[in-house]
């Protein structure tokens, strides 16, 4: 008996011996002490394939060993993996592995949580589903190793290779592979890979691989304003030649290529119901100017619409039919921009379903040379004798011809029957972008300053408030502007906003009255008024390291204050604030303080100019930006009695 127990004891020692040593290659004194500094987590290994099978079939299979090094990096240990009607999860599964390499627990695709995946906080027709599992683990460091085997039953999209997912993760090694037939060849584009990264191509038989393989990508502090492309960390995005969606079959060749296989799919899906094509005749009867029909028709959508998001199968790519959201009343944006377009085609007016990468700041931006599918919304595109309409069919409250930061300043597909073509969408710019504000100083007899504001904000700068306005009632808004404004102490009185049109770029007329204290002081001979509540007109960046990533300006748009000080009877001005004028390449800036008759007036005026400035001209943005903090601070009206 006590040999058998001895030979127990024995092969279980064994067993943990060879459970131990199987990871001991992941025990974290193996990291290189290079990769910690600045890491939360290191990627010790990614071992991914990508396998092409036929235009209908793609498989996806990783195998990820991640060391999550202290508690800011225990977010990462997420495992999350979303999937749907067109992506199933073969495979799903996870160890937890402890700072010397041995086995703690291990998670099963049954051990997931599986929940439906709500991508906005809005009424949802999805497909689409979560795993996702967390483990328990307290004591720092550890590491998971998590495998999954995904497959696409299309290849209309594809995943994008992301070795390094956040700056503060280090990569040790990692490596994909990529094979396809050679009769369907892949497209592929390879961005923001250190220059020693190793690619290979291989071929046998009629199978052709590419692979890629990459170590030692440190983690990193990433600097402010500083994205100019598609992505800031390396990645390789690929593309089919040949692809189908739920049978339906296309190639993305071209843009023409992609836009026809777009029109085909919603082919014969604008025709209206009998009493919606005479609503069309009722409203516009009396209308003859094309553009009034539209903006009357875009009004009667937005009067008669909500937005509902559909995004189940085909139907994330298939508009449902024009009479099906006329008769709910609801529809996606590719429904509700269909509905409008059949809306318009009955009153003789040709418009086009437009596809696009929608976002106000991070959307991805469309290198024309490189056909792809990188489109998440659709817009109207509607085609006048001397401009176009270009209309947000999700929006109830936007104005006609006004698309807002969401998909302004971009390349979009216009989809037509002769197939696809890009376009540029309009780009709102210094012209229409602006703030001016016109502010009174009234100094009563208990020296508090009665302000009288009067203040304009047009286009991309007046989407803020508008929203607010749109979505808040008056208590709020009142709320709001006792906020909004950098007075020293102020109790607003009054307030009243206008919403004006000026040539399809929408304008936000304010008007305040406002008691304000803490700004003017005075001796027995000198009242002086501060003006260190004026705001700098730059947007502040801190960054206290070298830069050496390019200086990343997203719009452009001019900032103009009017301060206007009556001079009381029996007070004379005795100083003004200096004049300063700054010129940069990617701004400037004005201010200029004069007397005039019985009043002072100070007028400041900036602009910036968008666009990418090399990493050098960094420092003149800083210095510039405490230029204008040091006019701001010493900027004071001096008065004498006489």
């Not at 991805?364 to 509607?382: A, E, T």
């Not at 003017?520 to 007109?537: C, D, H, T």
């Amino acid at each position: 008996m006590k040999f058998y127990y001895l030979l127990f004891v024995l092969l279980t020692l064994q067993f943990s011996v060879k459970a131990q040593s199987k990871y001991e290659h992941l025990s974290t004194e193996k990291i290189p002490k290079d990769l910690l500094a600045n890491a939360v987590a290191v990627v010790r290994f990614d071992s991914s394939e990508y396998r092409l099978i036929s235009p209908s079939k793609f498989s996806h299979i990783q195998k990820t060993a991640l060391t999550i090094l202290k508690p800011d990096g225990k977010k990462y240990g997420n495992i999350v993996e979303e999937y749907n009607n067109l992506v199933k999860i073969k495979e799903l599964k996870a160890t937890l592995i402890d700072a010397r390499g041995k086995v703690i627990s291990r998670a099963k695709e049954k051990d997931f949580f599986d929940v439906a995946s709500y991508a906005f906080d809005v009424n949802f027709h999805s497909d689409s589903r979560t795993k996702s599992f967390a483990f328990s683990q307290g004591h720092f460091p550890y590491t998971l190793l998590i495998e999954k085997n995904l497959e696409y039953s299309t290849t209309f999209f594809l995943p994008v290779w992301h070795p390094q997912n956040s700056p503060e993760i280090a990569v040790q090694e990692a490596v994909l592979t990529a094979y396809y037939p050679q009769e369907l060849p892949f497209r592929y584009q390879v961005y923001k890979m250190p220059s020693d990264f190793i690619h290979a191509s291989t071929s046998e038989n009629e199978l052709q691989a590419e692979s890629f393989k990459l170590t030692t990508l440190n983690a990193f502090k990433p600097q402010p304003y500083a994205k100019a492309g598609n992505f800031s960390l390396p990645a390789i995005q690929f593309f089919p030649t040949y692809f189908e969606l739920l049978n339906y079959k296309g190639d993305m060749t071209s843009w023409q290529s992609i836009g026809e296989f777009i029109y085909k799919l919603n082919y014969g899906r604008d025709e209206l119901p009998e009493d919606k094509k005479a609503a069309v005749h009722k409203l516009l009867e009396q209308v003859s100017n094309p553009y009034e029909k539209v903006d009357i028709l875009y009004q009667y959508l937005q009067s008669n619409t909500r937005y509902f998001a559909n995004v189940f199968g085909l139907a994330g790519w298939q508009t449902f039919d024009a009479k099906s959201v006329a008769k709910s009343g609801y529809g996606d944006c590719k429904g509700l921009t269909n509905y409008l377009r059949a809306l318009l085609k009955e009153a003789g007016i040709a418009a086009y379903s437009t596809y696009v990468n929608a976002g106000a700041t991070d959307f991805f931006k469309i290198d024309p040379k490189v056909p792809g599918n990188f489109f998440n919304h659709v817009i109207l595109c509607v085609p006048m004798p001397t401009d176009t309409i270009w209309l947000e069919c999700t929006s109830q409250t936007l104005p006609t011809g006004y698309l807002s930061s969401f998909t302004q300043d971009r390349w979009v597909l216009i989809t037509t029957e002769e197939g696809g073509t890009l376009q540029r969408t309009p780009t709102y710019g210094l012209k229409e972008n602006f703030i001016n504000r016109k502010v009174t100083l009234k100094l009563d007899t208990t020296k508090q300053l009665q302000v009288s504001m009067h203040n304009t904000y047009s286009g991309l700068l007046q989407e803020e408030l508008f929203d607010l306005i749109q979505s808040e009632d008056k208590r709020q808004i009142k709320e709001h502007a006792n906020r909004k404004f950098a007075f020293p102490s102020y109790e607003v009185n009054e307030f009243s906003y206008d919403n004006e049109m000026q040539y399809r770029i929408p304008v936000i007329k304010e008007h305040v009255q406002a008691q304000v204290t803490g700004t003017v002081s005075e001796s027995s001979k000198r009242q002086f008024i501060q003006l260190g509540w004026l705001p700098n007109p730059m947007v502040r960046i801190n960054q206290d390291t070298e830069r050496t990533e390019p200086l990343v300006l997203d719009k452009s748009f001019t900032i103009t204050d009017t301060i206007v000080v009556p001079i009381p009877v029996g007070i004379a001005v005795e100083q003004l604030p200096a004049s300063l004028k700054l010129t940069k390449p990617f701004g400037k800036f004005d201010f200029e303080a004069s007397k005039q008759e019985d009043k002072v007036i100070i007028i400041r005026h900036f602009e910036q100019y968008k666009g990418v400035y090399e990493a050098a001209i960094f420092d003149e943005y800083q210095k510039m930006y405490r230029n204008i903090n040091a006019e701001v601070n010493n900027s004071n009206i001096v008065l004498v009695k006489n």
